[in-house]
């Protein structure tokens, strides 16, 4: 049979969805997951890789709008539901998807790329870079206490419904106010909105329904938190977990006082935390941080598919004028020298015949490009390479973000 790459077609997407379930182990989702993704499935950015009437490869990409330092919102093609047959290995599908997506991603206008990835070592050589780490925690909360600012007797936590639509219009608006503050958040489009709620049956593990708790204040939303509770017992009584899905909230007392709230719990001894921003504050008003058993690992992975729009999209922190000699092997667009002018305001970003000041990688720019990386790092790493004395502090503090970028949900 003769493989073809093809956009897909609504009629296909059972099939496609099928192919994809099968790569990562076969298990069915839950008909709301389920129902979710087809509805969020962006057919003309999704292509499958077909050999004859079986589909052997799937990639999508989702239109979103990507917080960048600065506090713009960047459009950015979010690469998801990508997989290969496991019979189809080795033969060049995913590169074959990779090329047309990114050359279909330029044609779009959107000067980045961005995903998540089942196995880190997959992507490098389509020029992503890790941008953005994610912190899990283990907290025992039979040990640990939260310390909660002054002023916690005006905040109310109520308990909803968590897809009362009222609710969610409420914790959306809260969702909205920390993507405009931290770099890496997605600006959620219509539709979204059910993603923080959708019953994740396969992966509940004996878990209840999903909870929601409101904090509010003068009767305003400040704040709100998502959760499952697992009761268990032994023979001491009970140890049941809380499963923390979200929790957000506007200003430092109601933060803390939603943690105080889980940790509170009857019943419980331990919160799971498996996605929270690098520089999360319930580090800093645990009482205890070693039995939080803190843990980062590899988040978003980003690749600016234009750099000088990429480049040009954000603002930095403090005043640069470089010029980067850049390779990028995957989309040679990209290569050569571009010279970076900008700062708290602005920026601008065009090629230029000028001698190089640091050489790197599209790899690197995009690892560094949310500032949770530092290119300096980089640099002691061995993939950045200082070309002009001076120029890799200048660049280094300039790409820098006072708060850590974070992606809150996969997509």
């Not at 087809?38 to 990507?66: I, K, M, N, P, Y």
């Not at 004996?206 to 904090?215: D, E, F, I, K, Y």
């Not at 017992?233 to 499963?243: A, H, N, V």
């Not at 470089?322 to 602005?346: H, I, M, Q, Y």
């Given at each position: ?9 609504p009629a296909e997407?059972?099939?496609w969805y099928g ?20 509805d969020?499935?962006?057919f ?22 990507l ?6 919102q ?7 539901m990508?997989?290969v ?15 047309r ?8 206008g959107e000067?980045?790329?961005v995903?998540?990835a089942?196995e ?8 992503y ?6 912190l899990?925690a ?5 040990r640990?206490r939260?310390?909660?600012?002054g002023?916690s007797?005006?905040?109310r936590?109520r308990?909803?419904k968590?897809?009362d ?6 914790c ?9 503050a931290r770099?890496g958040m997605?600006?959620?489009?219509p ?9 994740a ?16 204040r ?18 001491s009584?009970?140890?049941?977990t809380?499963?923390l ?14 943690w ?10 331990a919160?799971?935390?498996g996605?929270?921003?690098a ?9 205890d ?6 843990r ?5 992975h980003?690749?600016?598919v ?9 603002t ?5 004028d470089?010029?980067f ?5 995957f989309?040679?667009?990209n290569?050569?020298?571009?010279r970076l ?26 690892a560094?490009?949310?500032?949770g990386v530092?290119?300096?790092a ?5 993939r950045v390479?200082e070309?002009?004395?001076g120029?890799?502090?200048e660049a ?5 973000s006072?708060?850590?970028p ?6």
């Amino acid at each position: 049979m003769t493989i073809e790459l093809r956009v897909l077609e609504p009629a296909e997407w059972d099939t496609w969805y099928g192919a994809l379930e099968l790569a990562f182990g076969g298990v069915p989702e839950t008909v709301g997951e389920t129902r979710l993704m087809r509805d969020l499935t962006e057919f003309d950015r999704s292509v499958g890789v077909w050999d004859g009437d079986e589909c052997v490869g799937t990639a999508g990409a989702f239109s979103f709008r990507l917080s960048v330092p600065g506090g713009a919102q960047v459009p950015a093609a979010g690469v998801t539901m990508v997989s290969v047959a496991a019979t189809h290995r080795r033969r060049g599908v995913l590169t074959s998807m990779m090329r047309r997506q990114l050359d279909d991603v330029r044609s779009w206008g959107e000067p980045l790329a961005v995903l998540t990835a089942s196995e880190p070592v997959i992507y490098g050589r389509y020029g992503y870079g890790v941008a953005t780490e994610h912190l899990s925690a283990e907290i025992d909360t039979s040990r640990v206490r939260i310390a909660i600012p002054g002023g916690s007797d005006e905040v109310r936590l109520r308990r909803v419904k968590p897809d009362d639509p009222a609710v969610r219009d409420a914790c959306e608006a809260v969702y909205a106010a920390e993507v405009a503050a931290r770099p890496g958040m997605l600006a959620r489009r219509p539709g979204w909105e059910r993603h923080p709620v959708v019953d994740a049956g396969k992966v509940r593990d004996g878990m209840s329904a999903l909870q929601c708790v409101l904090a509010e204040r003068d009767g305003e939303v400040v704040g709100f938190t998502l959760f499952h509770n697992k009761p268990e017992w032994d023979r001491s009584g009970p140890k049941g977990t809380i499963e923390l899905r979200d929790l957000y909230a506007l200003d430092p007392v109601a933060y803390a006082s939603l943690w105080d709230f889980l940790i509170s719990i009857d019943l419980t001894s331990a919160i799971r935390a498996g996605n929270r921003p690098a520089d999360d504050p319930f580090q800093y008003l645990v009482s205890d941080v070693r039995r939080c058993q803190l843990r980062l690992r590899d988040s978003l992975h980003l690749r600016p598919v234009e750099v000088g729009a990429a480049l040009e999209a954000r603002t930095y922190r403090t005043p640069v004028d470089v010029v980067f000699e850049v390779t990028d092997a995957f989309c040679p667009w990209n290569e050569g020298r571009w010279r970076l002018s900008g700062d708290a305001k602005g920026a601008s970003c065009e090629r230029t015949a000028d001698q190089a000041d640091l050489a790197l990688s599209v790899n690197e720019l995009g690892a560094a490009y949310l500032g949770g990386v530092s290119l300096a790092a980089l640099a002691r790493a061995g993939r950045v390479r200082e070309i002009r004395p001076g120029a890799l502090g200048e660049a280094s503090a300039a790409f820098s973000s006072e708060i850590a970028p974070w992606l809150p949900h996969g997509f």
